[in-house]
């Protein structure tokens, strides 16, 4: 048995369709891929404002779509957290500056554990 990589349309996928879903894992594959989308639809959004100007229409769409993706982005990295065997709460890590920050990053680039842990089955297995 493996672990199955997610395809970046994948990912976004399975981040929307677990929308506020707290529990379970999200595999390595799946938390990079959504948070490269999130960089480029706030890149984008971002871009929009600074073209448009302070007290545009864009600015409000920056609201809302920061506002939009903010709990499946939460909800991904819980996950991913969980994947690795880690509570949830350890997200706060990155309240401690740099150190914090750094910590977190490394574990989001850790492996995932291979067995089923207290928050679930592997992700993503295929049988071999």
């Known amino acids: 048995m493996y672990q199955r990589q997610v395809s970046f349309t994948e990912a976004i996928s399975m981040a929307f369709s677990k929308y506020a879903t707290f ?3 999200a595999s390595r ?3 990079w891929w959504f948070n490269l989308f999130l960089f480029v639809v ?3 959004v971002g871009s929009s404002v600074f073209i448009a100007g ?3 229409p864009a600015e409000s769409l920056s609201g809302i779509v ?8 939460l909800a991904v990295s819980v996950r991913r957290l969980h994947d690795i065997g880690k509570g949830g709460g350890w997200i ?5 500056p740099l150190i914090g920050t750094i910590i977190y990053i490394i574990w989001m680039c850790k492996d995932s554990e291979y067995i089923d842990n207290r928050f679930g089955p592997v992700p993503n297995v295929v049988p071999a």
Request: aromatic share 8%; charged share 10%; glycine share 4%.
């Open 23 to 25: 529990s379970g894992r």
């Open 29 to 31: 594959s799946e938390y």
């Open 42 to 44: 706030q890149s984008l």
């Open 54 to 56: 302070i007290n545009s």
């Open 66 to 73: 920061s506002l939009a993706l903010f709990l499946p982005s």
């Open 92 to 96: 706060l890590i990155n309240c401690i």
